[in-house]
């Protein structure tokens, strides 16, 4: 079977780091990618990790373990705009699929 | 630049009856292109993708059916809709040996009563 897990919801101040973790277990990977949804909206891409070590993206960082099937997604000087949705997705085998975790409900306050 | 579109952005559909979505994408050659569903508040489930015209792979069983007549225009389709159809439905292209990066259309809301 193939499953991703990310924590359902997360609660973080404004400004501080947030730190959201993705597991997966897939029949085949080619990378890691991190999307962002905000409620009514469609999801836009924030990162991708083929390799194992950390992308930055502004305040947006991404990391990536292959042996441990394990990566994260980190927030920087979090601002309240950043309140959304936030999910993992595997790129799968054959390079055409993507599979999508459930989403991380990331909730800023002031 | 590139864009896709996607229509209606909401519909309110009996129980069987048919449907149609429609997306188009403009201003790129040969996408992969994909339909997702998303129920309230989860993930997105794949429901179809296709690398060229007429080449469709669906992912799970259901009564639903995609077609890609034209290389930028990609339909989900269905003959009769259940209650459990009800979703946010969105069609997504990607670079054809890029990174998949997912370029998602805005959505349809899709109830069904």
């Known amino acids: 079977g193939q499953s991703l897990e990310q924590p359902s919801e997360v609660t973080a101040v404004e400004g501080a780091i947030v730190q959201i973790n993705c597991t997966y277990q897939t029949s085949g990977f080619y990378g890691l990618s991190w999307y962002q949804q905000h409620d009514g909206g469609a999801p836009t891409f924030l990162s991708y990790n083929a390799l194992d070590g950390l992308e930055e993206t502004g305040r947006f960082s991404s990391f990536l373990s292959r042996s441990d099937s394990y990566g994260y997604l980190l927030l920087q000087e979090l601002q309240m705009k950043d309140s959304a949705s936030y999910f993992c997705a595997v790129r799968n085998t054959g390079g055409f699929k993507t599979i999508f975790g459930a989403g991380t409900r990331l909730f800023v306050k002031a | 630049s590139q864009t896709i579109h996607q229509w209606p952005a909401t519909l309110v559909q009996p129980v069987g009856s048919p449907l149609s979505l429609e997306c188009t994408v403009e201003g790129t050659s040969n996408p992969n292109l994909y339909w997702y569903r998303q129920a309230a508040g989860r993930g997105l489930q794949l429901l179809f993708y296709?690398?060229?015209?007429?080449?469709i792979s669906s992912e799970v069983p259901q009564n639903l059916s995609a077609s890609r007549p034209q290389d930028r225009q990609f339909i989900l389709s269905s003959k009769k809709l259940l209650l459990s159809d009800s979703g946010f439905y969105l069609c997504?292209?990607?670079?054809?040996?890029?990174?998949?990066?997912?370029?998602f259309g805005p959505g349809t809301r899709l109830t069904v009563l």
């Open positions: 997504a292209w990607s670079v054809r040996g890029g990174n998949n990066e997912q370029f």
């Open positions: 296709s690398v060229g015209i007429g080449q």
